[in-house]
């Protein structure tokens, strides 16, 4: 039985019109079995303007959090939220990022200094092949972002990234993959490939202690 299940970003669609339905049902689902969720992420409409949006959901369908990415990609037709914020959860102090934000500088630095246990990053990553983007680079991307994100908060990294073909905007890829979880002191558990499947890896609190007390 699962403690904590992430899905991707924008896994369900992104018509904000369905957003308020999206939640409800999976805090339902949370309750009933008994699961923390983190819904992806999903467009969310407020006062006029398109949001990405994550939520993070506890086991008794309570919304814990819930973030609007801050660093959205170039061609992301979204509003920017703000910096992201750390909230607890019963796998001590969480934060929220959405995708590109793991390539932010400013985001990271952030981050780095909260005290965060940790890090879940819902993601729509493609190799980039509109940019001419070399195969192979996306992935090697992601890898680097994410060791490096973990390491430098001392705190366990979620990735959860979309699978297989992907239409973003305009035109399609196939997806970076790599969904993983990464723990300083304890390495990373197997990355998946660029088809869909599920990554299980049990939380190390131990691992993490280490890891700040080691690296300060």
């Excluded at 001419?132 to 430098?152: F, H, M, P």
């Excluded at 299980?200 to 080691?214: E, H, L, Q």
């Amino acid at each position: 039985m699962s403690d904590l299940i992430v899905f991707p970003e924008y896994f369900i669609g992104s018509d904000p019109s369905d957003a308020p339905s999206v939640v409800a049902r999976f805090r339902k689902l949370a309750k009933k079995y008994h699961v923390d969720l983190v819904a992806g992420s999903i467009a969310t409409k407020r006062r006029g303007r398109i949001y990405n949006t994550s939520h993070y959901i506890d086991s008794k369908g309570r919304v814990l959090a819930k973030y609007d990415k801050s660093n959205p990609w170039n061609s992301e037709k979204v509003t920017p939220g703000s910096f992201p914020n750390a909230f607890m959860t019963r796998f001590g102090k969480t934060v929220l990022v959405i995708c590109w934000d793991l390539a932010s500088p400013a985001i990271s630095s952030r981050i780095s200094k909260m005290g965060v246990d940790l890090i879940i990053c819902p993601a729509m990553w493609w190799r980039g092949g509109e940019a001419g983007v070399k195969n192979g680079i996306a992935e090697g991307l992601v890898d680097s972002l994410c060791t490096a994100r973990a390491y430098e908060s001392r705190a366990c990294l979620v990735f959860a990234n979309q699978a297989g073909l992907l239409k973003p905007i305009g035109f399609s890829d196939l997806s970076a993959g790599r969904s993983q979880v990464i723990t300083p002191m304890a390495g990373p558990t197997r990355a998946a490939g660029r088809k869909e499947q599920v990554v299980r890896s049990k939380f190390n609190p131990a691992a993490i202690r280490s890891a700040k007390k080691y690296f300060g």
